[in-house]
């Protein structure tokens, strides 16, 4: 099979691919992402709209959508966040993969069919691709230059949890040929098994609702199968959540998310080198305490944090402590050039 042919070594009750899109006041922006995800040259696609009590217009929207191409679902419900909107989608898919979609990102038109051909061809239970970090301004044009750029490598691995705990240096990573072992906590740009959901949702009502299954969802998966192929298009915007000022609470999210990830990857016998870096959302939680409440929570989490910290040896300190300040550099470098994009 070719990277560029549909899975037909799939049964046939499992080709379908179900895209799980939650919407949220996304009018200006969610026809762009629909029509990238309709324009995927695998076919048996199911895209599910979750219209999550948005106010602007987008429900309706998404109804439009859903009427002009019987391969959309729409599901409306009362504003619970990005959590719950990904819940729904996840209790209504049918297909026997999954991938998710930002309602303001936009997918290669060959994001589907190459992710499924490398899963199904690596016996693995998620693959993944590179992506485009683009200026939302500059977004449709950067698609339609590389909508047909050719296939690239696939690296095959297992020990997903170790990879996501201890490859994420962009320095490192490259000097020791890692690249293709790099994934994040965020669910674009990747395809699963939809069995490895069974029994495992994403908390609702929290804003790190992907950190805080991480290390449950990567613990189930045997194999990762990596591309090399750019295929998703992540928009910078300069007034979305990423960009905007933060409250405590966010960040005793974080803080709480990691905490988790943290132990889950203790319990593995993996060194929890990006939690310990996720941890430091402790100083920005300080930074942003307005209340009585909001300070006591910041003690408990301080406490939190030293009592995990202290449950590694020295040398895993170590090592955590230097990939941290590589991380910090890099961060720095970062949101001064690729996160300032509009």
Known sequence: MSTDSPATGCPASERTVSVIVPVYNAISHLTATVDSILSQTYPHLEVILVDDGSTDGSGALCDDLGAADSRVRVIHQPNGGIGAAQNAGLDAATGGFITFCDNDDLMSPHLVDRLLSALVEA??????CRWWNVGASGARAALARHRDDPPGDI?????????YQNVFSVGLRRLRGEELKYFSEANWGKLYRA???QGLRFPEGRFAQDVAIAMDLYERIRRVASRSDRLYFWLQRGDSVSHSLRSAAYYHDIVRAHARSFEKALALGVLPARAFYGLTALRYERRSVGSPSEAETYRSDRVLVRSLRARLNIIQRVRCF??????????????RTIHRRQ
Do not use: N
């Not at 230097?322 to 949101?335: H, K, P, S, T």
């Open 155 to 163: 690296v095959v691995f297992d020990d997903a949890a170790r990879s």
């Open 123 to 128: 016996d693995a239970d998620m693959s993944c």
């Open 195 to 197: 069995s490895l959901f």
């Open 322 to 335: 230097g990939l941290l300040a590589l991380r910090r550099v890099e961060v720095f470098v970062y949101d």
